[in-house]
């Protein structure tokens, strides 16, 4: 069955680095792009970052330019997200999601991960 496993959540204060990964399993990873949503207290989910297939395109939300860095690893069939200078606006669920991509709002992820908590302190 298809699983996406995110790890490398947790708590840090303001100012420091994180880095999440999502090992995907199930099915052709190569073949589908992926991307990381958040879902803070109060808000919507929103997609943050993407990346296709092969890293060609990759997307960031404006919020996280300059701070965040997307990649994967296609023999590792892991999706990371390098987080530096978080900010509290940064506490979040995040999640790891997969396929039918490019991602928007009438055009959802195949496949979700659980969500992984990410805490930012001042």
């Known amino acids: 069955q298809v699983q996406l496993v995110e790890s490398g959540g947790g708590s840090v204060q303001a100012g420091g680095s994180l880095k999440l990964s999502c090992v995907a399993s199930g099915y052709d990873f190569n073949l589908c792009g992926m991307g990381w949503f958040r879902q803070a207290p109060g808000k919507k989910r929103e997609l943050i970052s993407s990346?296709?297939?092969?890293?060609?395109?990759?997307t960031y939300v404006d919020s996280v330019k300059g701070r965040f860095t997307i990649s994967r690893s296609g023999a590792k069939k892991t999706l990371y997200l390098q987080m530096d200078n978080l900010k509290t606006e940064d506490t979040a669920v995040y999640f790891c999601?997969?396929?039918?991509?490019?991602?928007?709002?009438?055009?959802?992820?195949?496949?979700w991960g659980q969500g992984i908590q990410v805490i930012v302190s001042s």
């Open positions: 990346i296709s297939g092969f890293s060609s395109t990759i």
């Open positions: 999601a997969a396929c039918n991509f490019p991602f928007t709002n009438n055009r959802q992820p195949q496949y």
